[in-house]
């Protein structure tokens, strides 16, 4: 589940999978995250195992969250990239599809400039997929309500006299 309007399919998370295997690849990244806007981690590439996924998926929703504060205080909609430089790790954070938040972790193998080109065109792969998974979500949604009324219409009004005479 990325929220509560979509589902997360097999199908989808490899697709999203190869979008960031591809962006890690492509900006010379260390390791690539997707995260639900929730704080959950959606998806991940590259060298991730020495790296507390849990916390830095919380803590990201969490800095998205209180930078959307500050947009607010000034005016903006959001901001939607933010950037931290440390002396050796850098992290480019964007939020993507207005429903997950994507995480590049570079290093000098890499630029900031290589990172955003290459983020933008990932941008848009992964909003695609989203785009899919909410149409996906709201049909299969319309079919249970349907299927819902269908049975519920079968109730009779001895079926309900029966089931209070018990």
């Not at 849990?54 to 990239?81: H, M, R, Y």
């Not at 219409?153 to 089931?163: P, R, S």
Request: net charge negative; glycine share 8%; with cysteine.
């Amino acid at each position: 589940m990325i929220g509560t309007d979509l589902t997360l399919y097999e199908e989808d998370a490899r697709r999203l999978a190869a979008v960031l295997q591809r962006l890690c690849e492509d900006s010379k990244s260390r390791a690539v995250f997707l995260i639900a806007k929730a704080g959950q981690l959606i998806a991940s590439a590259g060298e991730t195992a020495s790296i507390d996924t849990t916390s830095l998926a919380s803590l990201t929703a969490g800095n998205i969250a209180a930078t959307g504060g500050l947009a607010q205080l000034l005016g903006e909609k959001e901001f939607s990239v933010l950037f931290h430089e440390g002396e050796k790790d850098h992290l480019h954070i964007s939020v993507v599809g207005q429903r997950g938040i994507l995480v590049v972790l570079f290093d000098r193998r890499s630029s900031l400039g290589l990172v955003r080109l290459r983020v933008k065109r990932a941008a848009e792969d992964i909003g695609q997929v989203f785009t899919e998974m909410a149409e996906r979500t709201q049909r299969e949604a319309s079919q249970g309500r349907a299927a819902f009324q269908a049975q519920f219409a079968q109730i009779t009004d001895d079926d309900i006299d029966n089931l209070f005479k018990g």
